[in-house]
């Protein structure tokens, strides 16, 4: 879809339709290296006579609280990365770290900020090996703000990606969506709500790799942040002959997410998750997965949610709890900006 607009929106940091667009129609102009095709979370980069590839990715992180229930802007920086390089069937190894803070930020937020992506690099087996800071004006940078570029390894001939798929593979998700941006928008805006809910931002390496190591079936896997899930499936269908139908009696959800859901009118299938995977595995091997994912701290709520399908090519569909069927877009505009 052609770019009606001619300066940059909010909405074209959301993830969802205006972001697609602002990558394929003026970033993929200028950018048109092989290894950007298929606008993968990390690059597959081979290298010559060597027994595995590198995959490498960047990020930044502009999150609004930077502290908020169950992490902070450092942990979801390095969490982030490490996820990219993780659902690329990749090992994480070496992360670069840049730093933009504003004048008047305190260092003792700083030092906390710090201190949260040190142990979340260790507690990975990670190494933060190089970065940069820059400090710009008060009034110009919000706090903080930080950009990670990941390093990783994957195993020579492992081979996954959206052209892999086809009709009649299982979609699986790790566990209940939207966590991330539930905890936000209840430290943001001061709710009031009392809630023990926290963001989900977590590494997902250890769960990745646990099904790797076990299942030749994974065809593709992603990270569902901006645009949630819902921005996932619609990327994995655009353009396809295929399509896909999710069941909503199999999403994973708790009881407080759906009250969060109903009293601020959010659609849980678009709300951003940071500690979640998203795979789509041949059917001969989806319920084994799942059973290794069960058996993981990071998966113990996954489940099977729908499958490809030849009907309805290019579209996902649900079949509700109802017995409907309604028609999952791929979202427009923004619910709660600033999120990760």
Excluded: W
């Excluded at 930020?105 to 990975?124: G, H, P, Q, V, W």
């Excluded at 998203?278 to 998966?299: A, L, P, Q, T, Y």
Aim: proline share 4%; charged share 25%.
């Amino acid at each position: 879809m052609p770019m009606k607009d001619d300066k940059i929106l909010i909405t074209y940091g959301a993830g969802g339709r205006q972001t697609r667009n602002l990558i394929e129609n003026v970033l993929l102009k200028y950018f048109k290296d092989p290894a950007l095709r298929l606008l993968p979370d990390s690059a597959s980069l081979s290298i010559f006579k060597s027994c595995a590839d590198i995959c490498f990715t960047t990020d930044a992180y502009v999150v609004k609280p930077i502290f908020f229930p169950g992490g902070d802007i450092g942990k979801l920086s390095i969490c982030g990365t490490i996820n990219d390089l993780a659902v690329s069937g990749a090992k994480p190894l070496f992360i670069s770290c840049s730093l933009i803070i504003e004048e008047g930020f305190r260092i003792s937020d700083l030092e906390k900020i710090l201190m949260s992506m040190a142990d979340t690099a260790m507690l990975n087996s990670v190494r933060i090996v190089t970065g940069d800071t820059k400090v710009v004006d008060s009034g110009n940078g919000d706090g903080i703000f930080i950009t990670t570029s990941g390093i990783g390894i994957k195993k020579k001939g492992l081979s996954m990606g959206i052209d892999k798929i086809k009709p009649g593979d299982a979609v699986i998700i790790s566990g209940v969506p939207g966590m991330h941006e539930i905890s936000i928008v209840n430290a943001r805006e001061n709710l009031g709500f009392k809630s023990n809910l926290k963001s989900d931002c977590a590494s997902v390496y250890g769960l990745v790799s646990k099904v790797l190591s076990s299942s030749n079936g994974v065809k593709f896997m992603r990270d569902p942040t901006r645009g949630g899930l819902a921005s996932v499936l619609n990327e994995i269908v655009s353009n396809r002959k295929y399509g896909i139908r999710i069941y909503e009696e199999k999403i994973p959800v708790t009881e407080e997410v759906s009250f969060f859901c109903e009293i601020l009118g959010f659609d849980i299938l678009n709300l951003a998750s940071e500690g979640r995977v998203v795979m789509v595995v041949d059917r001969n091997d989806c319920e084994k997965v799942v059973s290794i994912m069960k058996k993981h701290s990071s998966g113990k709520m996954s489940s099977i949610i729908g499958y490809v399908t030849d009907e309805l090519p290019g579209k996902v569909v649900m079949k509700t709890k109802t017995g409907g069927e309604r028609f999952i877009l791929m979202p427009s505009g923004r619910q709660l900006p600033r999120i990760c």
